[in-house]
Nanobody
Framework: QVQLVESGGGMVQAGGSLRLSCVAS????????MGWFRQAPGKEREFVAA????????YYATSVSGRVSIGRDRAKNTVYLNMYRPKPEGTAVYYC?????????????????WGQGTQVTVSS
């Protein structure tokens, strides 16, 4: 079973920067498409970014395009989400997810495994 553990959350000022990390179980990480989602208080979970298996090509939600970047370090079994100039509306629990698809990356049902999430609070 794939296990995902997020870290790096905390409080950040709007206009600052933050890096989230997600460490995955070694046995499946290399073939997984990895995604980041977030859920703000009182709202549904929404897609943020994904990196496709094999090609490592990124895919971003329009709402965050230009403010985040996703990358992975296969040697460390880790995927990152770099956040640039976040806005207060970016305050949410951020979740890492793993799946096997190259399409439908915005759909949380495309992912089979989820981490517990890490809280990010953006102060104005």
């Amino acid at each position: 079973q794939v296990q995902l553990v997020e870290s790096g959350g905390g409080m950040v000022q709007a206009g600052g920067s933050l890096r989230l990390s997600c460490v995955a179980s070694a046995q499946t990480f290399g073939t997984d498409t990895m995604g980041w989602f977030r859920q703000a208080p009182g709202k549904e979970r929404e897609f943020v970014a994904a990196i496709r298996r094999n090609s490592d090509s990124p895919y971003y939600a329009t709402s965050v395009s230009g403010r985040v970047s996703i990358g992975r370090d296969r040697a460390k079994n880790t995927v990152y989400l770099n956040m640039y100039r976040p806005k207060p509306e970016g305050t949410a629990v951020y979740y890492c997810a793993a799946g096997y698809r190259d399409i439908g990356l915005q759909d949380e049902h495309s992912y089979s495994y989820w981490g517990q999430g890490t809280q990010v609070t953006v102060s104005s």
